[in-house]
Nanobody, 118 residues
Framework: QVQLVESGGGLVQAGGSLRLSCAASGGTFTSYIMAWFRQAPGKERESVGR???????YYADSVKGRFTISRDNARNMLYLQMNNLEPEDTAVYYC????????????WGQGIQVTVSS
C-alpha cells in the first residue's frame, strides 16, 4: 500500500496554469502505475490520465494537449501540469496508484480542489 498526498491546487482564471503534485510514501514507487482523476460537482469521477513507471503517458481527450503528467521516481513524486485551464476543469483532483497487472486503483490521495474562474 502507498500513501498519497496532493498539493498545489487553488483558484485560477481561465487560460491560466496550475501544477499539482502528489507525494507518495510507503511503497516502491516504481512498482506503481500512477494516475490523476477528477470529480466535478454533481458528476462522476473521471480519469484525467496515467503514467507508467517508465514515463509513458495516456490522457483523456478532454485534457490532451493542455495537461501533462510526469513523475520523478527518485523523489516518489507525481505531477500534473495544467495549462490553458477552462472553467470546465473545475473539480477535486485525486492522484491514485495501482500495481501493474491490477485493474483497480486501490490507493488514493485525499483530493485537492482546483477552481477555474471565467
Amino acid at each position: 500500500q502507498v500513501q498519497l498526498v496532493e498539493s498545489g491546487g487553488g483558484l485560477v482564471q481561465a487560460g491560466g496554469s496550475l501544477r499539482l503534485s502528489c507525494a507518495a510514501s510507503g511503497g516502491t514507487f516504481t512498482s506503481y502505475i500512477m494516475a490523476w482523476f477528477r470529480q466535478a460537482p454533481g458528476k462522476e469521477r473521471e480519469s484525467v490520465g496515467r503514467i507508467l513507471s517508465g514515463g509513458y503517458t495516456y490522457y483523456a481527450d478532454s485534457v490532451k494537449g493542455r495537461f501533462t503528467i510526469s513523475r520523478d521516481n527518485a523523489r516518489n513524486m507525481l505531477y500534473l501540469q495544467m495549462n490553458n485551464l477552462e472553467p470546465e476543469d473545475t473539480a477535486v483532483y485525486y492522484c491514485a496508484a495501482r500495481r501493474a497487472g491490477v485493474a483497480r486503483y486501490d490507493d488514493w490521495g485525499q483530493g485537492i480542489q482546483v477552481t477555474v474562474s471565467s
